[in-house]
């Protein structure tokens, strides 16, 4: 494995109008590329990972899975705005000498495919031979794939869509409000914000889990450990420690810009209709969507699937919902060998529990 920083040196215009004088990326890469340069392998990941796949999703990516870095070049950029390497309201800005911080700009999801484009160039690549990503992630694979139509073999959009829906806006909305109303959040410093922050990730869990998980995981009968005082019940503990968990490992200012560069997302902006720019896709691609999924309910990976020419979708039955694309990898795996193999072919269009 191999993390490195790419810099580019030259001016960088956002959607928005502004110009950052510099930017760089963190990226991981796993495996080497062959002398054809056709095992490239590029996982985009979602909204508070890093840039190692085979750190929060072991189950596809790493030796003996199905992304075998003996076999394949696996890329992972870690997105703009993320605290983990690349550009962000923690990063210096060369023209003050001091952080970003709050004055940091907001990159739409296609300001970061833009970024990515410039590291691929760097790095030679001309062919990709599958694209995955789920959540935010797939927001990025789906800019990506449109922008560059002759890029990606294969693609495989997760527990995403074209469009951020006015639910997921209002979901990403209330967790801004809940930061904001921690007095702090705009302090600089690398504490800053943090009831706010753990406040904000209990509302996005509500969004990424299911009625159905939570009984199976945190019953009212749970045994545990209290983490503050006056705690009863699991779910109640559950939240506050995924909460005390983001706050260990994440910044405010960072979780607050890449909520709106979910916002952003809009396949359609200034391109025509939404099912015109996917008739634009030319890899064979593979939709899978999780049927618990209330972030991204499975209607909208459906409506992918009709107007992605040749798609197969695959929907798969689980009790965790959005987070069921990061848990359910057996299935997942399974999907992709008989993708991969047979494009055009797959004939499970459901896996059950």
């Known amino acids: 494995m191999s993390t ?101 700009p907001v990159f739409t999801i296609r300001d970061i495919v833009q970024s990515y484009q410039l590291l691929k160039e760097h790095l030679g690549i001309t062919k990709v031979w599958m694209g995955l990503g789920g959540s935010t992630g ?12 002759e890029l990606f ?51 996005a869990l509500l969004s990424y889990r299911h009625y159905n998980g939570y009984g199976i995981t945190q019953p009212r009968d749970k045994a545990f450990l209290p983490i503050t005082e006056n705690v009863t019940y699991a779910a109640d503990n559950y939240q506050r420690y995924q909460g005390l968990k983001l706050v260990n490992r994440f910044h405010v200012l960072c979780y607050y810009r890449l909520t709106q560069a979910m916002d952003s997302h809009d396949i359609a902006r200034n391109r025509g209709t939404a099912e015109e720019v996917l008739k634009g896709i030319k890899s064979k691609t593979l939709v899978i969507g999780i049927d618990s999924d209330v972030l991204y309910p ?14 197969d979708l695959l929907t798969i039955s689980s009790d965790f919902g959005h987070d069921g694309f990061l848990l359910e990898y057996e299935k997942i795996e399974r999907a992709l060998a008989e993708f991969a193999s047979v494009p055009g072919s797959l004939h499970l269009k459901v896996v059950n529990k």
């Open 4 to 104: 490195t920083i790419f810099h580019y040196n030259q001016p960088f215009k956002l959607e928005s109008g502004t110009t950052l004088p510099a930017i760089h990326l963190a990226y991981t890469t796993l495996g080497e590329l062959n002398a054809q340069k056709s095992n490239v392998v590029w996982i985009f990941h979602a909204l508070t990972a890093n840039s190692n796949p085979a750190e929060w999703w072991p189950g596809l990516v790493g030796e003996g899975k199905f992304f075998d870095p003996s076999k394949h070049f696996i890329i992972c950029v870690n997105k703009p705005g993320s605290p983990y390497g690349s550009i962000s309201p923690l990063s210096t800005n060369p023209e003050t000498g001091k952080p970003y911080y709050d004055s940091f």
């Open 138 to 149: 797939g927001m990025q694979l789906l800019e990506f794939a449109i922008a560059e139509p």
């Open 153 to 203: 073999e294969h693609i495989v959009p997760i527990a995403t869509s074209a469009v951020l829906s006015p639910w997921g806006v209002a979901f990403n909305a209330s967790q801004r409000m809940a930061i904001e109303a921690d007095p702090t959040w705009l302090d600089h410093s690398t504490n800053a914000g943090e009831k706010g922050l753990a406040a904000a990730r209990s509302i």
């Open 298 to 311: 499975i209607e909208e990976q459906e409506w992918l699937k009709e107007h992605i020419k040749g798609a």
